[in-house]
């Protein structure tokens, strides 16, 4: 079980200065006396209703990230801060206080993209932002530039311009929206560049985060197809739950003998159908029959070790790790986008997360953000480790969709 660090303690521990390691930490964290935090690309994680609060002068916040785990609408403001605290390269995500002025950073899309546009061309984009206050834009994205870098409260007119990209290469990074001195917001940039595209739209795709309006009801946590309702609460808190880093690997112990797996997101802006699969894998990483992938079409493997119960938004993936036979060493969960339309991929899938139950109540939960273009991703993999078991965390995958990711794993797909 991982014991994350709370960094309130860490703050409690320290004299006028905390140096952070580049970790995540869990939050929330009040700070009552000066002291300087020194985040070396820190994150602070805070739940639902916890933040991080400064009421002591003298106080610096340094390269540092702050978020939650859900970006729904109604959050209260993570950030509050004194008008002297002192911030350098914080990024926020979410509104912030400072002294008694809020800074609403939702004023900021979360995404610009720029979609498939034509290969070896120089594309220009134009779209119109308001904002309530000065804005600096820090554009650290090789290949893509932005014009003006500085823009004035108000309606402001910004051009794109996109070198050159080869066939099927696609270009993506982070913006940094500066709304105040040291503070700003991380904001995703992306396109994918294609022969077969002679033409694009000269206007760039604009993503903001949803308001309690929005068309859909899209404001709650959503059930991608796997949703273990009958453990987890589709809508339930992340405050507890334990979080994970994409490269991470944690041991499940001997006492474990289930696992649930679960994708969720905080909205999806287009309606698309998102399917989960798990592939049974052998010694050679691959399949060796058509029983070995579990999906729609099988749900569950012979034996029963792997299976997806329940339907719609009660359904979820089940693994019984007694019951997985000696021979498969390795099981991969995986999700994908149903169809061929390119336009249709996890950019649209906003915030994606995989929730982790075992049977001994440790819940995980793995944010797979910056996904962009791809249309599957591998989520995790559970694989044997010496006489138990071991999840490793993976948040990556394919542009080319299903058929591509079945080859790897040694499965035919008919045309």
Not at 55 to 64: D, G, V, W
Not at 157 to 165: A, F, S, W
Not at 237 to 251: D, K, T, Y
Request: with cysteine; proline share 4%; hydrophobic share 35%.
């Amino acid at each position: 079980m991982i014991v994350m660090k709370l960094i309130q303690e860490l703050f409690e521990d320290c004299c006028n200065e905390l140096a952070l390691e580049s970790k995540v930490y869990k939050g929330p964290l009040l700070i009552d006396r000066p002291c300087r935090v020194i985040g070396n690309g820190a994150v602070i994680v805070c739940g639902d209703s916890e933040s991080v609060e400064i009421s002591a002068e003298q106080t610096e916040l340094r390269n540092l990230k702050i978020e939650r785990t859900s970006s729904a609408a109604g959050m209260p403001p993570i950030l509050n801060c004194l008008e002297d605290t002192h911030l350098s390269r914080v990024i926020v995500r979410g509104d912030m206080i400072r002294g008694n002025k809020l800074t609403s950073v939702s004023q900021y899309p979360d995404r610009i993209d720029l979609g498939i546009i034509p290969a070896n061309s120089r594309n220009s984009f134009k779209f119109s932002l308001t904002v309530t206050e000065d804005t600096v834009i820090e554009n650290p994205v090789s290949g893509i530039s932005i014009a003006p870098e500085r823009l004035s409260a108000g309606e402001n007119e910004i051009t794109v311009d996109v070198e050159p990209l080869r066939d099927e290469v696609t270009i993506f990074g982070s913006l940094i929206f500066k709304c105040g001195e040291g503070v700003g917001k991380e904001v995703c940039i992306s396109a994918s560049a294609s022969k077969e595209r002679v033409e694009c739209e000269k206007a760039a795709e604009l993503h903001f985060p949803k308001s309690s309006e929005s068309e859909f009801d899209n404001n709650k946590n959503r059930s991608v197809e796997t949703a273990p309702a009958e453990v987890i609460s589709p809508h339930t808190s992340h405050e507890n739950f334990q979080p994970l880093q994409r490269g991470q690997r944690i041991a499940f112990g001997k006492e474990v003998r289930s696992v649930k797996l679960q994708l969720i997101a905080d909205n999806i802006e287009k309606r698309m159908d998102v399917d989960g699969y798990a592939f049974l894998l052998h010694e050679n990483g691959r399949t060796l029959k058509d029983e070995d992938m579990i999906f729609w079409g099988n749900t569950s493997s012979p034996e029963n070790s792997v299976q997806i119960a329940g339907e719609g938004e009660s359904a979820h993936f089940a693994v019984d790790l007694e019951k997985v036979p000696q021979e498969i060493k390795k099981i991969a969960f995986c999700w994908s986008i149903y169809g061929d339309n390119a336009e249709e991929c996890f950019i649209h899938v906003k915030s994606p997360k995989l929730r982790i139950v075992t049977d001994n109540a440790d819940t995980y939960i793995f944010p797979m953000d910056g996904l962009m273009r791809e249309k599957t991703i591998v989520g995790a993999e559970i694989y044997r480790y010496s006489d138990s078991w071991k999840i490793s965390c993976i948040g990556s995958g394919y542009h080319s969709g299903l058929r591509r990711l079945c080859e790897d794993y040694g499965v035919d797909i008919e045309d």
